[in-house]
Protein backbone atom coordinates (compact mmCIF):
# COMPACT_ATOMS: atom_id res chain seq x y z
CA UNK A 1 0.00 0.00 0.00
CA UNK A 2 1.42 3.62 -1.11
CA UNK A 3 0.27 6.38 1.29
CA UNK A 4 0.81 10.06 -0.72
CA UNK A 5 3.44 11.68 1.31
CA UNK A 6 1.17 15.29 1.36
CA UNK A 7 -1.31 13.18 3.55
CA UNK A 8 1.12 11.86 5.94
CA UNK A 9 0.78 14.88 8.19
CA UNK A 10 -2.93 15.07 8.51
CA UNK A 11 -2.84 10.80 9.07
CA UNK A 12 -1.00 11.52 12.42
CA UNK A 13 -2.59 14.57 13.38
CA UNK A 14 -6.23 12.58 13.53
CA UNK A 15 -4.18 9.76 14.58
CA UNK A 16 -2.70 12.02 17.48
CA UNK A 17 -6.08 13.24 18.18
CA UNK A 18 -7.59 10.34 18.52
CA UNK A 19 -4.76 9.13 21.26
CA UNK A 20 -5.67 12.07 23.25
CA UNK A 21 -9.34 11.85 23.06
CA UNK A 22 -8.54 8.22 24.12
CA UNK A 23 -6.03 9.28 27.55
CA UNK A 24 -7.96 12.24 28.49
CA UNK A 25 -11.22 10.05 28.75
CA UNK A 26 -9.14 7.15 30.71
CA UNK A 27 -7.77 9.90 32.92
CA UNK A 28 -11.33 11.46 33.27
CA UNK A 29 -12.94 8.14 34.06
CA UNK A 30 -9.92 7.46 36.86
CA UNK A 31 -11.07 10.60 38.39
CA UNK A 32 -14.74 10.34 38.72
CA UNK A 33 -13.52 6.36 40.72
CA UNK A 34 -11.29 8.38 43.27
CA UNK A 35 -14.16 10.83 43.77
CA UNK A 36 -16.98 7.80 44.36
CA UNK A 37 -14.45 5.84 46.63
CA UNK A 38 -13.25 9.29 48.38
CA UNK A 39 -16.92 9.84 49.08
CA UNK A 40 -17.74 6.38 50.31
CA UNK A 41 -14.57 6.60 52.51
CA UNK A 42 -16.00 9.78 54.18
CA UNK A 43 -19.77 8.15 54.64
CA UNK A 44 -18.21 4.95 56.02
CA UNK A 45 -16.50 7.30 58.20
CA UNK A 46 -19.44 9.20 59.49
CA UNK A 47 -21.20 5.71 60.26
CA UNK A 48 -18.02 4.52 62.33
CA UNK A 49 -18.50 8.18 63.91
CA UNK A 50 -21.95 6.91 64.49
CA UNK A 51 -21.45 3.77 65.78
CA UNK A 52 -18.47 5.26 68.66
CA UNK A 53 -21.10 7.36 69.42
CA UNK A 54 -23.78 4.68 70.12
CA UNK A 55 -21.28 2.33 71.93
CA UNK A 56 -20.08 5.43 74.14
CA UNK A 57 -24.05 6.34 75.00
CA UNK A 58 -24.46 2.31 75.33
CA UNK A 59 -21.48 2.26 77.63
CA UNK A 60 -22.63 5.30 79.86
CA UNK A 61 -25.98 3.75 80.49
CA UNK A 62 -24.07 0.49 81.38
CA UNK A 63 -21.42 2.48 84.26
CA UNK A 64 -24.60 4.12 85.86
CA UNK A 65 -26.36 0.86 86.46
CA UNK A 66 -23.12 -1.20 87.10
CA UNK A 67 -20.53 1.52 87.95
CA UNK A 68 -18.48 0.28 84.95
CA UNK A 69 -18.70 1.00 81.25
CA UNK A 70 -17.01 -2.32 80.50
CA UNK A 71 -16.26 -0.56 76.82
CA UNK A 72 -13.21 -2.80 76.78
CA UNK A 73 -14.73 -5.83 77.76
CA UNK A 74 -17.20 -5.64 75.35
CA UNK A 75 -14.78 -4.78 72.79
CA UNK A 76 -12.43 -7.90 73.71
CA UNK A 77 -15.76 -9.99 73.72
CA UNK A 78 -15.84 -9.39 70.03
CA UNK A 79 -12.89 -10.17 69.31
CA UNK A 80 -13.14 -13.55 70.52
CA UNK A 81 -16.14 -14.01 68.20
CA UNK A 82 -13.92 -13.42 65.42
CA UNK A 83 -14.48 -9.62 64.93
CA UNK A 84 -11.57 -6.86 65.17
CA UNK A 85 -10.96 -3.27 64.70
CA UNK A 86 -8.13 -1.86 64.13
CA UNK A 87 -8.39 0.75 65.79
CA UNK A 88 -7.70 2.94 62.96
CA UNK A 89 -10.78 5.32 62.08
CA UNK A 90 -11.08 6.46 65.85
CA UNK A 91 -13.21 10.12 65.97
CA UNK A 92 -9.83 11.73 66.28
CA UNK A 93 -7.70 9.75 63.48
CA UNK A 94 -10.90 10.57 61.46
CA UNK A 95 -10.66 14.15 62.18
CA UNK A 96 -6.49 13.89 61.83
CA UNK A 97 -6.82 11.91 57.95
CA UNK A 98 -9.70 14.27 56.77
CA UNK A 99 -7.06 17.38 57.21
CA UNK A 100 -3.97 15.82 55.93
CA UNK A 101 -5.91 14.34 53.01
CA UNK A 102 -6.25 17.07 50.82
CA UNK A 103 -5.18 16.83 47.47
CA UNK A 104 -4.30 13.13 48.49
CA UNK A 105 -5.67 10.09 47.73
CA UNK A 106 -7.93 9.30 50.60
CA UNK A 107 -4.57 10.52 52.80
CA UNK A 108 -3.21 7.43 52.28
CA UNK A 109 0.09 8.47 51.02
CA UNK A 110 2.72 9.98 53.17
CA UNK A 111 1.24 9.02 56.50
CA UNK A 112 3.28 8.82 59.29
CA UNK A 113 4.04 5.50 61.36
CA UNK A 114 2.32 6.37 64.28
CA UNK A 115 -0.92 6.67 62.06
CA UNK A 116 -0.80 3.69 59.72
CA UNK A 117 -0.25 0.85 62.24
CA UNK A 118 -3.29 -0.73 64.13
CA UNK A 119 -3.49 0.80 67.76
CA UNK A 120 -1.67 -1.03 70.74
CA UNK A 121 -3.40 -1.45 73.66
CA UNK A 122 -1.68 -0.63 77.24
CA UNK A 123 -0.84 -2.96 80.32
CA UNK A 124 -4.11 -0.69 81.99
CA UNK A 125 -6.20 -1.37 79.36
CA UNK A 126 -5.08 -5.42 79.09
CA UNK A 127 -5.24 -5.92 82.63
CA UNK A 128 -9.63 -4.08 82.46
CA UNK A 129 -10.22 -6.49 79.96
CA UNK A 130 -9.69 -9.99 81.08
CA UNK A 131 -13.02 -11.97 79.57
CA UNK A 132 -13.99 -15.78 80.18
CA UNK A 133 -13.91 -17.55 76.71
Avoid at 39 to 52: E, H, V
Avoid at 72 to 80: D, K
Wanted: proline share 3%.
Amino acid sequence: MHIEPSIIPSLIAAGSGIVTALITGLIGKRFANIKALQDKLKLAQSDIGYLLKVEEIHCELIKVHTGESHKLRIRRQAECEGVAWSGQFTPGRVRYSGRQSSGRLFGLFGRNKEHSEPRKESNSERAETTVEH
